[in-house]
Protein backbone atom coordinates (compact mmCIF):
# COMPACT_ATOMS: atom_id res chain seq x y z
CA UNK A 1 0.00 0.00 0.00
CA UNK A 2 0.86 3.65 -0.19
CA UNK A 3 1.47 5.34 2.71
CA UNK A 4 0.22 9.60 3.46
CA UNK A 5 3.10 12.04 3.14
CA UNK A 6 1.90 13.46 6.46
CA UNK A 7 2.87 11.81 9.33
CA UNK A 8 1.95 12.89 12.89
CA UNK A 9 3.63 11.78 16.06
CA UNK A 10 2.89 8.32 17.00
CA UNK A 11 1.48 7.06 20.27
CA UNK A 12 3.17 5.24 22.89
CA UNK A 13 1.31 1.81 23.08
CA UNK A 14 1.77 -1.20 25.19
CA UNK A 15 0.57 -4.61 23.73
CA UNK A 16 -0.39 -7.08 25.82
CA UNK A 17 -0.50 -10.78 24.48
CA UNK A 18 1.90 -11.84 21.25
CA UNK A 19 -0.36 -14.62 20.12
CA UNK A 20 -1.87 -13.89 16.35
CA UNK A 21 -4.49 -10.62 17.41
CA UNK A 22 -1.37 -9.01 19.05
CA UNK A 23 0.67 -9.71 16.10
CA UNK A 24 -1.56 -8.49 13.49
CA UNK A 25 -1.93 -5.11 15.55
CA UNK A 26 1.30 -4.81 16.35
CA UNK A 27 2.06 -5.36 12.15
CA UNK A 28 -0.25 -2.78 11.32
CA UNK A 29 0.47 -0.09 14.31
CA UNK A 30 4.04 -0.25 13.67
CA UNK A 31 3.89 0.08 9.84
CA UNK A 32 1.92 3.66 10.66
CA UNK A 33 4.81 4.74 13.15
CA UNK A 34 3.92 4.00 16.96
CA UNK A 35 5.86 3.49 19.35
CA UNK A 36 5.01 0.23 20.79
CA UNK A 37 5.87 -2.36 23.53
CA UNK A 38 4.87 -5.87 23.96
CA UNK A 39 4.29 -7.92 27.09
CA UNK A 40 3.68 -12.01 27.10
CA UNK A 41 4.46 -14.36 29.22
CA UNK A 42 6.35 -16.46 26.35
CA UNK A 43 10.01 -15.33 26.05
CA UNK A 44 10.11 -17.17 22.80
CA UNK A 45 7.04 -15.05 21.18
CA UNK A 46 8.09 -11.63 22.86
CA UNK A 47 11.60 -12.53 21.31
CA UNK A 48 10.87 -13.22 17.69
CA UNK A 49 8.01 -10.40 17.49
CA UNK A 50 10.28 -7.55 18.67
CA UNK A 51 13.19 -8.80 16.68
CA UNK A 52 10.67 -8.86 13.60
CA UNK A 53 9.25 -5.41 14.20
CA UNK A 54 11.89 -3.94 15.94
CA UNK A 55 10.05 -2.81 19.19
CA UNK A 56 10.71 -2.87 22.42
CA UNK A 57 9.55 -6.28 24.28
CA UNK A 58 9.11 -7.28 28.17
CA UNK A 59 8.69 -10.76 29.57
CA UNK A 60 6.24 -11.03 32.42
CA UNK A 61 2.47 -11.15 33.32
CA UNK A 62 1.02 -8.15 32.45
CA UNK A 63 -1.36 -7.42 34.80
CA UNK A 64 1.65 -7.06 37.07
CA UNK A 65 2.38 -2.97 38.11
CA UNK A 66 6.12 -3.90 37.96
CA UNK A 67 6.22 -5.60 34.21
CA UNK A 68 4.45 -2.37 33.34
CA UNK A 69 6.29 -0.30 34.92
CA UNK A 70 9.30 -1.69 32.98
CA UNK A 71 7.22 -1.98 29.89
CA UNK A 72 7.04 2.07 30.34
CA UNK A 73 3.15 2.42 31.24
CA UNK A 74 3.68 5.53 33.11
CA UNK A 75 4.28 6.77 29.81
CA UNK A 76 2.00 5.54 27.61
CA UNK A 77 -1.04 6.76 25.70
CA UNK A 78 -2.54 3.35 25.00
CA UNK A 79 -2.80 0.09 26.20
CA UNK A 80 -4.29 -3.17 24.49
CA UNK A 81 -4.59 -6.06 26.20
CA UNK A 82 -5.57 -9.22 23.76
CA UNK A 83 -3.92 -12.62 25.89
CA UNK A 84 -6.10 -15.51 25.46
CA UNK A 85 -7.56 -14.87 28.81
CA UNK A 86 -10.36 -12.53 29.16
CA UNK A 87 -10.16 -12.09 32.83
CA UNK A 88 -6.11 -11.23 32.17
CA UNK A 89 -7.02 -8.55 29.67
CA UNK A 90 -9.15 -7.32 32.25
CA UNK A 91 -7.00 -6.92 35.16
CA UNK A 92 -4.15 -5.61 32.72
CA UNK A 93 -6.46 -2.73 31.68
CA UNK A 94 -7.40 -1.86 35.44
CA UNK A 95 -3.76 -1.79 36.24
CA UNK A 96 -2.87 0.34 33.59
CA UNK A 97 -6.04 2.31 33.95
CA UNK A 98 -4.73 3.22 37.90
CA UNK A 99 -0.96 2.96 37.26
CA UNK A 100 -0.67 5.85 34.63
CA UNK A 101 -4.63 6.79 33.67
CA UNK A 102 -3.91 5.66 30.02
CA UNK A 103 -6.68 4.94 27.53
CA UNK A 104 -7.30 0.83 27.26
CA UNK A 105 -8.64 -2.05 25.22
CA UNK A 106 -9.40 -5.45 26.24
CA UNK A 107 -10.13 -8.56 23.95
CA UNK A 108 -13.01 -10.62 25.61
CA UNK A 109 -14.82 -13.46 23.79
CA UNK A 110 -16.47 -14.92 26.55
CA UNK A 111 -20.33 -14.68 25.78
CA UNK A 112 -21.28 -14.29 29.49
CA UNK A 113 -18.78 -11.50 29.74
CA UNK A 114 -20.16 -10.12 26.42
CA UNK A 115 -23.36 -9.91 27.63
CA UNK A 116 -22.10 -7.18 30.32
CA UNK A 117 -20.04 -5.20 27.93
CA UNK A 118 -21.86 -1.55 28.48
CA UNK A 119 -21.15 -2.17 32.13
CA UNK A 120 -17.70 -3.63 32.19
CA UNK A 121 -16.55 -0.93 30.11
CA UNK A 122 -17.96 2.08 32.20
CA UNK A 123 -17.47 0.64 35.50
CA UNK A 124 -13.58 -0.07 34.45
CA UNK A 125 -13.14 2.91 32.47
CA UNK A 126 -12.05 0.99 29.40
CA UNK A 127 -11.90 2.76 25.78
CA UNK A 128 -13.22 -0.50 23.85
CA UNK A 129 -14.07 -3.96 24.41
CA UNK A 130 -13.53 -5.90 20.97
CA UNK A 131 -14.93 -9.29 20.73
CA UNK A 132 -12.92 -10.83 17.58
CA UNK A 133 -15.66 -14.00 17.59
CA UNK A 134 -18.78 -11.73 17.96
CA UNK A 135 -17.63 -9.14 15.33
CA UNK A 136 -16.76 -12.30 12.98
CA UNK A 137 -20.37 -13.76 13.36
CA UNK A 138 -21.89 -10.05 12.68
CA UNK A 139 -19.82 -10.12 9.50
CA UNK A 140 -20.89 -13.13 8.38
CA UNK A 141 -24.60 -12.56 9.47
CA UNK A 142 -24.27 -9.42 6.87
CA UNK A 143 -22.62 -12.24 4.13
CA UNK A 144 -25.87 -14.27 4.46
CA UNK A 145 -28.30 -11.36 4.31
CA UNK A 146 -26.98 -11.06 0.34
CA UNK A 147 -26.14 -14.38 -0.53
CA UNK A 148 -24.37 -13.62 -3.70
CA UNK A 149 -22.14 -11.27 -1.41
CA UNK A 150 -18.28 -11.53 -0.93
CA UNK A 151 -17.98 -9.54 1.50
CA UNK A 152 -21.02 -6.47 3.30
CA UNK A 153 -19.68 -3.96 5.43
CA UNK A 154 -21.70 -1.24 7.00
CA UNK A 155 -20.94 2.75 6.96
CA UNK A 156 -22.84 5.42 8.25
CA UNK A 157 -24.48 3.98 11.16
CA UNK A 158 -26.08 0.98 8.95
CA UNK A 159 -27.50 3.63 6.08
CA UNK A 160 -24.93 2.48 3.63
CA UNK A 161 -23.49 -1.03 2.79
CA UNK A 162 -19.72 -1.28 1.28
CA UNK A 163 -20.44 -4.75 -0.68
CA UNK A 164 -17.50 -6.68 -2.52
CA UNK A 165 -18.99 -9.39 -5.35
CA UNK A 166 -17.44 -11.00 -8.41
CA UNK A 167 -18.77 -10.52 -12.14
CA UNK A 168 -19.45 -13.34 -13.88
CA UNK A 169 -18.46 -14.07 -17.73
CA UNK A 170 -21.99 -13.84 -18.95
CA UNK A 171 -23.24 -10.89 -16.30
CA UNK A 172 -24.33 -7.91 -18.66
CA UNK A 173 -21.07 -5.83 -16.78
CA UNK A 174 -18.90 -7.72 -18.66
CA UNK A 175 -17.18 -5.07 -21.20
CA UNK A 176 -19.20 -2.41 -19.94
CA UNK A 177 -17.45 0.98 -18.48
CA UNK A 178 -18.10 2.47 -15.06
CA UNK A 179 -19.57 5.69 -16.93
CA UNK A 180 -22.05 3.63 -19.13
CA UNK A 181 -22.94 1.56 -15.84
CA UNK A 182 -24.06 5.27 -14.54
CA UNK A 183 -25.79 5.86 -17.24
CA UNK A 184 -27.67 2.88 -17.78
CA UNK A 185 -28.74 2.45 -14.48
CA UNK A 186 -29.52 5.90 -12.28
CA UNK A 187 -28.98 4.61 -9.16
CA UNK A 188 -27.18 6.03 -6.32
CA UNK A 189 -24.22 3.63 -6.32
CA UNK A 190 -20.62 3.99 -6.78
CA UNK A 191 -17.93 1.52 -7.80
CA UNK A 192 -15.19 2.43 -6.10
CA UNK A 193 -12.30 -0.50 -5.85
CA UNK A 194 -11.55 -3.30 -8.50
CA UNK A 195 -9.28 -6.61 -8.30
CA UNK A 196 -7.95 -7.63 -11.88
CA UNK A 197 -5.40 -10.77 -12.12
CA UNK A 198 -4.26 -9.58 -8.60
CA UNK A 199 -3.99 -6.11 -9.38
CA UNK A 200 -6.07 -3.36 -7.31
CA UNK A 201 -7.17 -0.58 -9.31
CA UNK A 202 -9.59 2.66 -7.98
CA UNK A 203 -11.97 2.85 -11.14
CA UNK A 204 -12.36 6.10 -13.41
CA UNK A 205 -15.22 6.39 -15.45
CA UNK A 206 -13.36 5.20 -18.19
CA UNK A 207 -12.48 1.34 -16.56
CA UNK A 208 -14.32 -1.40 -18.40
CA UNK A 209 -15.55 -4.18 -15.98
CA UNK A 210 -14.90 -7.40 -17.34
CA UNK A 211 -16.48 -10.64 -15.89
CA UNK A 212 -14.26 -12.64 -13.50
CA UNK A 213 -13.29 -9.19 -11.99
CA UNK A 214 -14.08 -8.92 -8.18
CA UNK A 215 -15.59 -5.28 -7.29
CA UNK A 216 -16.41 -3.45 -4.52
CA UNK A 217 -19.15 -0.62 -4.52
CA UNK A 218 -21.38 1.53 -2.33
CA UNK A 219 -24.80 2.55 -1.72
CA UNK A 220 -27.76 3.41 0.49
CA UNK A 221 -28.39 0.00 2.15
CA UNK A 222 -31.72 0.31 1.13
CA UNK A 223 -30.63 0.24 -2.73
CA UNK A 224 -28.24 -2.76 -2.19
CA UNK A 225 -30.61 -5.13 -3.40
CA UNK A 226 -32.48 -3.20 -5.93
CA UNK A 227 -29.24 -2.92 -7.74
CA UNK A 228 -28.01 -6.21 -7.30
CA UNK A 229 -31.15 -7.71 -9.09
CA UNK A 230 -31.04 -5.08 -11.41
CA UNK A 231 -27.23 -6.20 -12.88
CA UNK A 232 -28.47 -9.84 -12.89
CA UNK A 233 -27.75 -11.38 -9.08
CA UNK A 234 -29.69 -12.85 -6.89
CA UNK A 235 -31.07 -10.77 -3.79
CA UNK A 236 -32.64 -13.03 -1.61
CA UNK A 237 -30.77 -13.62 2.04
CA UNK A 238 -30.63 -17.84 2.95
CA UNK A 239 -33.47 -19.81 4.87
CA UNK A 240 -30.93 -22.10 6.45
CA UNK A 241 -27.68 -22.49 7.64
CA UNK A 242 -25.08 -25.58 8.18
CA UNK A 243 -22.46 -24.55 11.09
CA UNK A 244 -19.94 -27.41 10.96
CA UNK A 245 -17.89 -26.58 14.44
CA UNK A 246 -19.42 -25.72 17.91
CA UNK A 247 -17.00 -22.76 18.75
CA UNK A 248 -17.84 -19.66 20.35
CA UNK A 249 -18.04 -17.72 17.13
CA UNK A 250 -20.63 -20.56 15.85
CA UNK A 251 -22.46 -20.01 19.13
CA UNK A 252 -23.02 -16.10 18.47
CA UNK A 253 -23.66 -16.13 14.52
CA UNK A 254 -25.82 -19.22 15.66
CA UNK A 255 -27.88 -16.81 17.76
CA UNK A 256 -27.94 -14.13 14.90
CA UNK A 257 -29.57 -16.19 12.76
CA UNK A 258 -31.99 -17.15 14.61
CA UNK A 259 -33.33 -14.13 15.71
CA UNK A 260 -33.38 -13.77 12.18
CA UNK A 261 -35.67 -16.89 11.40
CA UNK A 262 -32.92 -18.32 9.50
CA UNK A 263 -33.02 -22.24 10.08
CA UNK A 264 -29.74 -22.95 11.75
CA UNK A 265 -28.07 -26.62 12.29
CA UNK A 266 -24.93 -27.16 14.01
CA UNK A 267 -22.40 -30.19 13.62
CA UNK A 268 -20.46 -31.10 17.01
CA UNK A 269 -17.98 -33.92 17.85
CA UNK A 270 -17.95 -33.03 21.37
CA UNK A 271 -20.31 -33.90 23.36
CA UNK A 272 -20.64 -31.84 26.09
CA UNK A 273 -20.35 -28.97 24.28
CA UNK A 274 -22.98 -29.93 22.45
CA UNK A 275 -25.29 -30.29 25.73
CA UNK A 276 -23.78 -26.52 26.45
CA UNK A 277 -25.07 -25.63 23.34
CA UNK A 278 -28.23 -27.29 23.10
CA UNK A 279 -29.69 -24.95 26.11
CA UNK A 280 -27.82 -22.22 24.82
CA UNK A 281 -29.60 -22.08 21.51
CA UNK A 282 -32.97 -23.54 21.77
CA UNK A 283 -34.08 -22.90 18.50
CA UNK A 284 -31.24 -24.59 16.60
CA UNK A 285 -30.80 -27.98 15.52
CA UNK A 286 -27.44 -29.66 17.23
CA UNK A 287 -26.08 -32.88 16.12
CA UNK A 288 -23.00 -34.53 17.94
CA UNK A 289 -20.94 -36.38 15.17
CA UNK A 290 -17.69 -36.38 13.61
CA UNK A 291 -17.05 -33.39 10.64
CA UNK A 292 -15.09 -35.97 8.63
CA UNK A 293 -18.13 -38.24 8.06
CA UNK A 294 -19.14 -37.97 4.59
CA UNK A 295 -21.98 -40.09 5.33
CA UNK A 296 -23.43 -37.92 8.51
CA UNK A 297 -22.66 -34.44 6.81
CA UNK A 298 -24.58 -35.80 3.54
CA UNK A 299 -27.62 -37.13 5.68
CA UNK A 300 -27.59 -33.55 7.85
CA UNK A 301 -28.30 -32.01 4.22
CA UNK A 302 -25.25 -30.81 3.53
CA UNK A 303 -26.21 -31.50 -0.27
CA UNK A 304 -29.72 -29.33 0.11
CA UNK A 305 -28.85 -26.19 2.54
CA UNK A 306 -28.35 -23.03 1.21
CA UNK A 307 -25.05 -22.13 3.21
CA UNK A 308 -22.21 -24.09 5.05
CA UNK A 309 -19.97 -22.37 7.50
CA UNK A 310 -17.25 -24.35 8.70
CA UNK A 311 -16.30 -22.87 12.29
CA UNK A 312 -13.87 -25.59 13.97
CA UNK A 313 -10.50 -23.91 15.35
CA UNK A 314 -8.73 -25.28 12.44
CA UNK A 315 -8.19 -23.14 9.51
CA UNK A 316 -7.04 -26.89 7.80
CA UNK A 317 -10.36 -28.25 8.46
CA UNK A 318 -11.87 -25.22 7.87
CA UNK A 319 -10.49 -25.17 4.11
CA UNK A 320 -10.76 -28.95 3.99
CA UNK A 321 -14.64 -28.68 4.54
CA UNK A 322 -15.48 -25.28 2.48
CA UNK A 323 -13.80 -27.51 -0.52
CA UNK A 324 -16.01 -29.85 -0.24
CA UNK A 325 -19.54 -27.64 0.59
CA UNK A 326 -18.39 -26.06 -2.64
CA UNK A 327 -19.15 -28.91 -4.58
CA UNK A 328 -22.29 -28.98 -4.43
CA UNK A 329 -24.83 -26.83 -6.52
CA UNK A 330 -25.90 -23.14 -5.47
CA UNK A 331 -24.09 -23.50 -1.67
CA UNK A 332 -23.03 -20.34 -0.04
CA UNK A 333 -19.93 -20.84 1.97
CA UNK A 334 -18.27 -18.82 4.34
CA UNK A 335 -14.66 -19.67 5.82
CA UNK A 336 -13.00 -18.59 8.79
CA UNK A 337 -9.26 -18.91 9.04
CA UNK A 338 -7.14 -17.64 11.80
CA UNK A 339 -3.45 -17.72 10.32
CA UNK A 340 -3.01 -14.70 7.14
CA UNK A 341 -0.16 -16.45 6.41
CA UNK A 342 -0.77 -18.02 2.44
CA UNK A 343 -3.01 -15.26 1.51
CA UNK A 344 -1.93 -16.17 -2.79
CA UNK A 345 -3.26 -20.18 -2.06
CA UNK A 346 -6.15 -19.69 -0.12
CA UNK A 347 -7.15 -16.92 -2.76
CA UNK A 348 -6.37 -19.73 -5.43
CA UNK A 349 -8.56 -22.12 -4.21
CA UNK A 350 -12.33 -20.15 -4.54
CA UNK A 351 -13.50 -20.55 -1.16
CA UNK A 352 -16.30 -18.37 -1.48
CA UNK A 353 -16.28 -15.65 1.31
CA UNK A 354 -13.44 -15.59 3.44
CA UNK A 355 -13.07 -14.12 7.11
CA UNK A 356 -10.12 -12.83 8.74
CA UNK A 357 -11.48 -12.78 12.34
CA UNK A 358 -7.54 -11.31 13.24
CA UNK A 359 -8.08 -8.54 10.96
CA UNK A 360 -11.94 -7.51 11.72
CA UNK A 361 -10.03 -7.05 15.45
CA UNK A 362 -7.45 -5.32 14.39
CA UNK A 363 -9.60 -3.35 12.21
CA UNK A 364 -11.58 -1.75 14.74
CA UNK A 365 -8.26 -1.15 17.21
CA UNK A 366 -6.81 0.83 14.43
CA UNK A 367 -9.91 2.76 14.09
CA UNK A 368 -9.53 4.09 17.24
CA UNK A 369 -5.72 4.40 17.43
CA UNK A 370 -5.93 6.72 14.38
CA UNK A 371 -9.04 8.52 15.82
CA UNK A 372 -6.90 8.91 19.03
CA UNK A 373 -4.18 10.76 16.77
CA UNK A 374 -5.87 12.48 14.68
CA UNK A 375 -6.25 16.83 14.92
CA UNK A 376 -9.75 17.81 16.49
CA UNK A 377 -10.85 18.85 13.40
CA UNK A 378 -12.27 15.08 12.37
CA UNK A 379 -12.30 12.00 13.57
CA UNK A 380 -12.40 8.14 11.79
CA UNK A 381 -16.39 7.00 12.35
CA UNK A 382 -15.52 3.70 10.12
CA UNK A 383 -12.62 1.56 9.12
CA UNK A 384 -12.71 -1.41 6.87
CA UNK A 385 -9.72 -3.03 5.01
CA UNK A 386 -9.87 -4.79 1.51
CA UNK A 387 -8.72 -6.69 -0.85
CA UNK A 388 -6.34 -8.52 1.86
CA UNK A 389 -5.13 -5.14 3.64
CA UNK A 390 -4.18 -3.27 0.25
CA UNK A 391 -7.26 -0.64 0.19
CA UNK A 392 -8.62 0.91 2.91
CA UNK A 393 -12.54 2.50 3.25
CA UNK A 394 -12.58 5.09 5.61
CA UNK A 395 -15.34 7.14 7.08
CA UNK A 396 -14.60 10.36 8.79
CA UNK A 397 -16.38 12.97 10.62
CA UNK A 398 -15.92 16.37 9.72
CA UNK A 399 -16.05 19.18 11.68
CA UNK A 400 -16.01 23.28 10.88
CA UNK A 401 -12.33 23.20 11.36
CA UNK A 402 -11.68 21.08 8.52
CA UNK A 403 -9.71 22.20 5.28
CA UNK A 404 -11.83 20.48 2.70
CA UNK A 405 -15.43 22.04 3.75
CA UNK A 406 -17.39 24.13 1.55
CA UNK A 407 -15.23 23.98 -1.96
CA UNK A 408 -16.68 21.51 -4.90
CA UNK A 409 -15.05 18.04 -4.65
CA UNK A 410 -13.50 18.60 -8.40
CA UNK A 411 -11.32 21.95 -6.62
CA UNK A 412 -9.76 19.67 -3.82
CA UNK A 413 -6.27 18.41 -5.30
CA UNK A 414 -6.84 15.07 -4.09
CA UNK A 415 -4.19 12.29 -3.56
CA UNK A 416 -4.24 9.52 -6.41
CA UNK A 417 -5.59 6.75 -6.11
CA UNK A 418 -8.54 7.55 -3.95
CA UNK A 419 -12.00 8.01 -4.46
CA UNK A 420 -14.72 9.84 -1.91
CA UNK A 421 -17.74 7.33 -2.17
CA UNK A 422 -20.39 9.06 -0.27
CA UNK A 423 -21.30 11.95 2.03
CA UNK A 424 -24.01 11.29 4.75
CA UNK A 425 -25.87 14.49 5.48
CA UNK A 426 -28.15 14.13 8.76
CA UNK A 427 -28.66 10.22 7.73
CA UNK A 428 -29.32 11.18 3.61
CA UNK A 429 -26.43 9.35 1.80
CA UNK A 430 -25.43 10.96 -1.25
CA UNK A 431 -22.85 9.48 -3.52
CA UNK A 432 -21.10 12.76 -4.73
CA UNK A 433 -20.32 14.65 -8.02
CA UNK A 434 -17.42 17.25 -8.58
CA UNK A 435 -20.28 20.10 -8.32
CA UNK A 436 -21.20 18.45 -4.53
CA UNK A 437 -19.13 20.20 -1.26
CA UNK A 438 -18.35 18.51 1.58
CA UNK A 439 -19.84 20.31 5.23
CA UNK A 440 -19.42 20.34 8.82
CA UNK A 441 -21.31 17.94 10.29
CA UNK A 442 -21.25 15.49 7.63
CA UNK A 443 -19.20 12.41 7.65
CA UNK A 444 -17.53 11.25 4.68
CA UNK A 445 -16.31 7.99 3.32
CA UNK A 446 -13.79 7.35 1.20
CA UNK A 447 -11.63 4.64 -0.37
CA UNK A 448 -7.97 4.63 -1.29
CA UNK A 449 -4.72 2.64 -1.70
CA UNK A 450 -2.94 4.75 0.62
CA UNK A 451 -2.25 3.65 4.04
CA UNK A 452 -2.41 5.58 7.52
CA UNK A 453 -5.32 8.36 6.84
CA UNK A 454 -6.49 10.03 10.38
CA UNK A 455 -7.78 13.26 9.20
CA UNK A 456 -9.90 14.28 6.43
CA UNK A 457 -7.58 16.32 5.38
CA UNK A 458 -4.94 12.97 4.21
CA UNK A 459 -7.04 12.85 1.31
CA UNK A 460 -5.44 16.37 0.14
CA UNK A 461 -1.98 16.53 -2.22
Not at 129 to 149: D, F, G
Given at each position: MLFSKEKTKGLNIIIVGCGKVGAAIVEQLTREGHDITVIDRDATKVQELSGQYDIMGVCGNGASFSVQIEAGIKDANLMIAVTDSDELNLLCCTVARRVSGCATIARVHNPD???????????????????????????????????????????????????KIRIPADNMLHGMSVAELGKRIKMDVLICALERQKQIYIPSGDTVLQGGDVISFVAPRKQVGIFLKKIGFKTNRVTNVLILGGSDTAYYLAKILSNTSIGVKIVEPDRRRCEELCEELPNATIICGDLNDEDLLKEEGIQETEAVVPLTESDEENILLTLYARRMPNTKTITKINRSTFGEVIDGLDLGSVIYPNYLTSEAIIAYVRAKNASVASNIETMSHMFDNRVEAIEFRVDKESSVIDKPIMELNLKKDLLICFINRKGKIIIPSGQDCIMAGDTVMIVTKHAGFNDIKNILE
Open positions: YSQDIGYLREKLGLAMIINPELECAREMARILSLRTALEVNSFAHGSAELV
